[in-house]
């Protein structure tokens, strides 16, 4: 019987080692996958038709010292001398200098990527809390008229031009209507109010009981966070009814109805509760995907965020930026995907033994 | 005999298709009185059907019509889904197939026995635990504590058909529908289920409709067997009268049961005749 | 017997029989989807356009006409005219053009380079298997608008770039996908079948594993097409996809928002045009896997 063998005194041992063993091989994954992250990085930096040496000193240099530098940034090692030099730095937090901010490329980023990570947390959280709701309703009702809503909410969502549609709603709701602040994080008036605890304006400004600035930073977030948003709801609410649909066929769920259980209970305990895993990886990886994505909506919105932070430097040739930038997004994607692998381990009572 | 436990007439199930509506199950009678009743007869004969038709479960798109269908004495056939819930669990329950399928994945099994008797009886979370623990026990659990604490896929099939069984006959329901619930299970598993299965309906006075493919097992098991062939009752008769059957389907179905000591070089092939669907 | 009674036997004669009645369903399920066929309508316009353009009775695309710039929707321009006097409607017709290529050349280089990818990574197994998915990953876990405009700055902006970046970008999901479907096809038994008799692995590949397939990635693949042209206006958007003068609808929305509080238009149809599209294709890819795959939808 299975049960004896479940309780020996080995098997639990065995289970241990294979937690440590399960840890080990995402490590292992973890590393070699930001590994290959680095390196394509540094391929496109050295594909560049940029002279990494000219950005550092400037057209105006001398050539001594340009000599100097170009022997410094070892552009004269063999390439693969040249990647363990990078990969060094890297690891260490040294993306090196921006050359439009001249800070530091991590100090830039520690200035950049709270916005980012307002924008996407209030989309996702606004995709979570509309887009599940509306995703099992319409696996519930599956092909009436709140089924095809869901269907068209979810394919407009999809087919949107985002950064069109953020100037469209910039045009109607601030120009005109006047309902939403216009571009940027604040007004400048309210600019420097607030200490920055976490980076989040809405987070730092309730903190500091600062209602003024919330309000404020609350009008300038609603339209970006609002539009992106509707993109996480249209993927989550297809993506929950998919799954839905896949549960509510199963024999547990008529299990579940021929014991008594009143249909609601069916549907959000039975069957929601199967598809809680799956579902937080689609969550996790949406709002990773909002984290990379917000490219051309921080465009539109001035927000100034990563994807601002790497557009502008990209088009300013300050490739130690851009660089930099892009391995965070590509590192904090891996990390997320890695994390959901474990969750699906954790939560999921068959994938645990 | 006194007022049937069921009856149905003129039982119709039809699933729409691109030619037109097809009708799966196609008039049939039943009455039921405080008895085991095997209903027999091959994939597709509309069998398991009738079973989810009497709880309300037809899937969609299905649709029931039905002159006559009465629990009791009281007329279900026109009953709204949200009152099918007070019968079903309560007063008419059901054991699946597998068990492997047919329990919830992501939930203790402890707990889906509990969710049944919480759901019928109430009472508090102390003793709801210890009903628990009693029905595990009733069906022969061994360690009913530990086995709480299990997850489905943790159990193998007869353990987790045993807790099939405990999870529905908790709330004591009137009647027991068992759709092949032996047939998942090892040849030798499928006795001791079976054994516990009928030692728990003869204590508790319940009618039980079994359905199965399996005429031997449902011969030796039940009171009386109907004989489905293509939506339609084509045989009723009593368990030990089944070797005086007439219609040339049941006849075939019981010819082509092996008997040991018999030398036949091999099994006649099942006959049909499209006019039995008529 | 009647062409429609044929084709729905349910004993179909031959096997040519059985399959056209296969695709008769597909197709009568097909059509009783309004919203999918309303998708297969645009898709089919958008191409005639693409077509057409250069002999429909249109105004040339690049024509510049500065005394009729920012002209409202009228009689002579029913959409317009932009900041160079230059026919929107025009300008929507050629750039279908753009888009469709756009579109095209992704697709041809992407589902070949996937689909080798994946049966072969699947199909081997081993070691071979864990390299191709983690490279697989990587590109996966590179953002992708991020490494299409690196990319795109690395060489230099323009059409062949955004498509060759966009393509760069999204070959990973089929190459998944068509793993997936291998593993669980190496296991039937009639490619076991297909191995006892002595068929070499390309064989099986090429005649058992990779036809299977193409459902899923077909109807992956129309999903994907609305994706791919809202990446490219993208790029168009920024200045990283087909250059000026020609008339790509992201390149036009970007030129467009200067005029945008006064002449609506000219950013706003472009916008349009670039929305309806991809509504079809995705309407079209959605009802497709309905049909298709029915176990997914």
């Known amino acids: 019987m299975v049960l004896n063998g479940g309780r020996g005194g080995g098997h639990h041992r065995l289970l241990v080692s294979g937690v440590a063993y399960e840890l080990l091989r995402f490590a292992a994954m973890l590393a070699l996958t930001l590994l290959g992250l680095i390196f394509i990085t540094f391929l496109i930096g050295r594909v560049v038709p940029i002279d990494p040496v000219l ?25 693969h001398q040249q990647f363990w030099l990078y990969l060094g730095k890297v690891v260490q937090g040294d993306f090196g200098t921006s050359v439009i901010t001249s800070q530091t490329v991590l100090h830039d980023l520690r200035q950049y990527f709270p916005a980012t990570l307002e924008l996407a947390t209030a989309a996702t959280l606004i995709g979570v809390l509309a887009g599940v709701p509306m995703g099992v309703i319409a696996a519930t009702h599956r092909g009436r008229w709140i089924d095809h809503v869901t269907r068209i909410v979810g394919l407009v969502g999809y087919s949107m031009p985002v950064f069109w549609m953020g100037m469209v709603g910039l045009l109607v709701l601030y120009s005109w209507l006047d309902l939403v602040s216009g571009p940027g994080r604040l007004d400048i008036a309210y600019d420097g109010l607030v200490e920055p605890v976490t980076g989040l304006l809405t987070v730092d400004s309730a903190l500091s009981g600062d209602w003024d600035v919330f309000r404020n930073a609350l009008s300038h977030l609603v339209l970006p966070a609002g539009l992106l948003g509707y993109l996480t709801l249209a993927y989550i609410s297809r993506m929950t009814r998919s799954f839905m649909l896949g549960q509510l066929n199963q024999e547990y ?101 | 005999m006194s007022e049937p436990v069921l009856e149905i007439r003129n039982l119709r199930i039809a699933f729409p298709t691109l030619r037109g509506s097809l009708e799966v199950v196609r008039g049939l009678d039943l009455t039921l009185g405080r008895e085991r009743l095997g209903i027999v007869g091959e994939s597709g ?64 099994v402890g707990r889906q026995i509990e969710e049944t008797y ?161 | 017997m009647s062409a429609r009674a044929w084709l729905l036997s349910d004993m179909p004669g031959s096997r040519r029989q059985a399959s056209l009645g296969q695709w008769y369903r597909n197709w009568l399920s097909f059509k009783g989807n309004p919203l999918a066929m309303t998708g297969l309508a645009v898709v089919v316009f958008l191409v005639l356009v693409a077509i057409l353009a250069p002999i429909l009775p249109l105004q040339s695309p690049t024509a510049q006409a500065l005394a009729d710039r920012l002209q409202p929707p009228s009689a002579a321009h029913w959409f317009g005219t932009d900041e ?83 393509a760069l970008t999204s070959w990973p999901p089929y190459a998944r996908i068509a793993r997936a479907e291998t593993l669980t096809l190496r296991q039937a038994d009639f490619v076991k079948a297909a191995r006892l008799q002595g068929a070499s692995p390309l064989r099986i590949l090429w005649n058992h594993i990779v036809p299977l397939c193409t459902a899923s990635v077909v109807v992956r693949m129309t999903l994907d097409m609305a994706g791919i042209i809202l990446t490219a206006a993208g790029l168009g958007f920024l200045g990283l996809g087909a250059q000026p003068p020609l008339p790509e609808w992201g390149a036009m929305i970007s030129t467009g928002r200067d005029y945008l509080l006064d002449q609506w238009w000219v950013a706003t149809i472009p916008g349009l045009a670039i929305f309806v599209v991809s509504l079809g294709f995705n309407l079209l890819g959605d009802g497709l896997r309905d049909v298709l795959d029915p176990k997914r939808s």
């Open chain 3, 84 to 166: 160079l006097g230059r026919d929107i409607l025009s300008r929507i017709a050629w750039g279908a053009r753009i888009t469709l290529t756009i579109v095209i050349m992704v697709v041809v280089i992407v589902v070949p380079l996937g689909l080798l990818v994946g049966t072969v990574s699947g199909y081997v197994g081993g070691p071979l298997d864990i390299v191709l998915m983690r490279v697989t990953d990587i590109f996966m876990a590179f953002p992708r608008l991020v490494l299409a405009l690196a990319f795109v700055a690395a060489i230099k902006p323009g059409l062949e770039s955004a498509i060759i970046a966009i």
């Open chain 1, 55 to 79: 950005a550092v000193v400037g057209d105006r240099a001398s050539a001594e010292t340009y000599a100097r530098v170009r022997e410094e940034l070892g552009i004269d090692l063999p390439i």
């Open chain 2, 118 to 278: 919480h759901l019928h009886v109430g009472g508090g979370r102390r003793q709801a635990y210890a009903r628990t623990l009693e029905v595990l026990a009733a069906v022969k659990i061994r360690d009913p504590e530990a086995v709480y604490h299990l997850y489905p896929h943790q159990l193998s099939g007869g353990m987790g058909q045993r807790v099939m069984i405990a999870m529905m006959l908790i709330p004591e329901p009137q009647l027991l529908i068992a759709d092949e619930p032996t047939s998942a299970l090892d040849v030798t598993i499928q006795l001791q289920v079976l054994a516990i299965l009928e030692d728990l309906v003869r204590e508790r006075g319940m009618s039980l409709i079994f359905i199965s493919h399996d005429l031997g097992l449902v011969a030796s098991f039940c009171d009386r067997v109907l004989i489905m062939y293509a939506g339609k009752v084509v045989e009723s008769c009593l368990a030990s009268e089944l070797d005086r059957v007439q219609h040339p389907y049941a006849r075939g179905l019981l010819s082509s049961v092996p008997r040991l000591g018999d030398d036949r070089p091999e099994l006649p092939t099942l006959e049909r005749d499209a006019e039995w669907a008529q």
């Open chain 2, 45 to 108: 004969s509309g069998k398991s059907l009738t079973g989810r038709a009497i709880m309300g479960l037809v899937p969609p798109p299905g649709r029931v019509s039905v002159d006559r269908m009465s629990f009791m004495g009281e007329d279900i056939s026109r009953l709204a889904p949200a009152d099918f819930v007070r019968l079903r669990g309560r007063r008419i329950s059901m054991v699946l197939q597998d068990p492997k399928f047919s329990l919830n994945p992501v939930m203790k």
């Open chain 1, 253 to 353: 769920i008529l299990t579940a109805r021929a014991k008594g259980v009143p249909e609601r209970r069916v549907v959000w305990r039975h069957a929601l509760g199967n598809i809680m895993v799956p579902l937080i990886t689609v969550i996790a990886l949406s709002y990773a995907s909002l984290l990379e994505g917000a490219v051309l909506t921080e465009t539109v919105f001035a927000w100034p965020g990563l994807g601002l932070y790497i557009t502008r430097s990209l088009f300013n040739a300050d490739m130690n930026a851009v660089l930099g930038g892009t391995l965070l997004i590509g590192a904090i994607f891996v990390c997320l995907n890695v994390f959901c692998d474990m969750l699906y381990r954790l939560l999921d009572p068959r994938a645990r033994t």
